[in-house]
């Protein structure tokens, strides 16, 4: 089981269509549920892919937890003399558990994110619902907090 959905997690980034641009790849941290590393790859300048390697440690469904998003990013909803895109999208969740079986699941993704402005580095909050398909059906929630550092490519 845990082959078959990692190549249907790595199908879905191969098969993303990618630009001839330049575009930043973010590494960071992302802290809460769950808490680990970040990565962010801009495809286009409203449209990037996400990843999450990171460990949850809350209740009785601790675990390893890696999860991809593709996500759309509104630039001009928040007025501000910072930009602050708010962003929403789709992914899936893959999640190891110490206690009970594994579980994959389907995730909403929404979130705000600030850029600072003299330093290649964003600072983001995000909300994601998940819907767990197997083993068994039920719904999560991941709330985070995190930072990444941005690579010219």
């Known amino acids: 089981m845990r082959v078959i959905i990692s190549i249907f997690l790595l199908s879905l980034f191969f098969n993303l269509p990618v630009e001839a641009q330049k575009s930043d790849l973010g590494i960071g941290v992302i802290f809460g549920e769950p808490t680990g590393i970040s990565a962010k790859y ?3 300048e409203s ?3 996400d990843f999450a390697l990171a460990y949850s440690f809350v209740g009785v469904r601790t675990g390893l937890s890696l999860h991809a998003d ?7 909803l928040i007025k ?5 895109p708010f962003y929403y999208g789709f ?5 190891t558990n110490n206690h009970h079986s594994d579980s994959f699941g389907v995730r909403g993704v929404a979130g705000l994110l600030l850029f600072l402005k003299d330093y290649p580095i ?3 909050i995000e909300a994601a619902p ?5 083993p068994e059906t039920y719904l999560n929630l991941d709330l985070a907090i995190g930072a990444r550092y941005y690579f010219q490519l």
């Open 42 to 44: 801009w495809i286009t």
């Open 47 to 49: 449209n990037a892919v």
């Open 70 to 76: 593709y996500l759309y990013h509104i630039n001009d």
């Open 80 to 84: 501000s003399e910072y930009n602050i």
């Open 91 to 95: 992914g899936v969740r893959l999640r």
């Open 122 to 124: 964003d600072v983001f």
């Open 130 to 134: 998940i819907f767990n398909l197997f």
